[in-house]
């Protein structure tokens, strides 16, 4: 228990310490030595015991403290519902002149008849850029996360997964077969139409390629993965997402270099960046079902 | 008009307080698919179109299917094939 005395000696060790000359002295193991064991071995009986008692304590103030929670939570949200200006007061700070310009000039400026739709990918279309972005990145950690995960499971899985697959080679879903054949053309043209139509009626890139990707995961689960890497594999998911974003970030950088004003090259601009959208969410959707069910676009 | 939002509302209440007091997470999630369906034609009654497609396709569809992705991958699926 050597403490440097003086300053000056502390400094010099710092000094030493600092260019790499010496270690400081590693008590560790010199402390757990000297300490002195005073617990005695709990036998795995007296452990259960003891471990049975604090979950039963645990599951008895469980609900109490849930309750609690929750109506600390209703406090908390109905003291700000209290201070929320008035239903309909015209000297709200919502009512000011952004939601009225947007409303008149909408049409003029982005070309889109449906506002929400203009807002979204005219007004707002940075937000819109980096959301798509978010699902990209999403879709990228989950293939990191989950690619490959069938090759590291037991052989309890793998014999599990193998005897499903036969089933449903063997002895398909005949009700779900035949309904998927029925719907899944009025889902794709459906959605064809909410991407494409987004611009005018309600709809847009997100809710379009949300029924989009509904209609692929309908296609994958009633006709099985085979038939639809025929057309749709790991190398087309790719090029399609890259490629939807790549556009959407490329059409918008046009689109606000050139002034922002669609209408007056002749065409509109928010129907290919819908689409773009679209694209990105569609792939989204199902390279989540796809991850999530067999591990594997 | 005023009689339909107000069944509506009242199965919003009724699905959500439903939805975490059931035993079985399947039914759960079932529930959870109604709550989203009451809530996107509720939109549409608000004049939000948008909204409601969007519910319609993410809330009562994407999630619900997730959710059964979920509960097949933790073996909690009660009566299915892999039983």
Redesign the interface.
Known sequence: MSEPKSEKNWRKQFVSWVNGEREPKDRTLFVMERRHINLPRRTDEEHELRERHRLRRFLNRYPLAAILICALLLCVLLSVVIIMPDFGNPNNPTNNEVSEHYLEYAYEETGAS?V??GMILSYRGFDTLGESCVLFLAVSCVMMLLRGQNETDGEEEKR?RKL?EN?QRTQPDVILRQAARLLIPFIFLFAVY?LVHGEES???G??GG??L??GL?LYSGAFGPERIQRFFNGRVFAAVRTFGLLLYAGLYGFYIFMGANGLEYGMSFMMPIDLAVGLVVACT?YG??AL??RGEI | MKILEIILLLGLVVTAVAAPLSRRLLTTVIIYMAFSLIMAVLWSLLQS??L???EA??GA??SS??FF??L??IHALKGT??E
Do not use: M, Q, W
């Open positions: 449906n929400v739709t599990k499903e089933i909410v309600p709809g847009g997100f809710s949300t029924i990707g509904c995961i959707i989540f079902y999530f069910s | 179109p948008d409601a497609i969007t396709a993410v569809g994407i299917i997730l992705l979920t097949k991958k094939r892999d």
